[in-house]
């Protein structure tokens, strides 16, 4: 099973490849399914981002950075 930034990054990868010419673009989901995406579809791979990116850091949460 894969972690939710092992999706997100498939995911940005896919919206890149779409962004970059690549006519369509297949990912896995986190139940395991297959989702092809095509240019016409960056919407709904934008919000699979947001709601991956969510899960990673909610928001409100802050990060603390220590140097």
Do not use: F, W
Not at 32 to 53: F, M, N, P, T
């Amino acid at each position: 099973m894969a972690t939710t930034a092992e999706l997100l990054a498939e995911a940005q990868t896919a919206r890149h490849r779409l962004l970059t010419g690549t006519l369509e673009a297949e990912i896995r989901t986190a139940d395991g399914e297959s989702v092809k995406y095509a240019a016409a579809d960056l919407g709904r791979l934008d919000s699979y981002i947001k709601q991956l990116q969510a899960k990673i850091a909610p928001r409100g949460r802050s990060i603390k950075v220590h140097y």
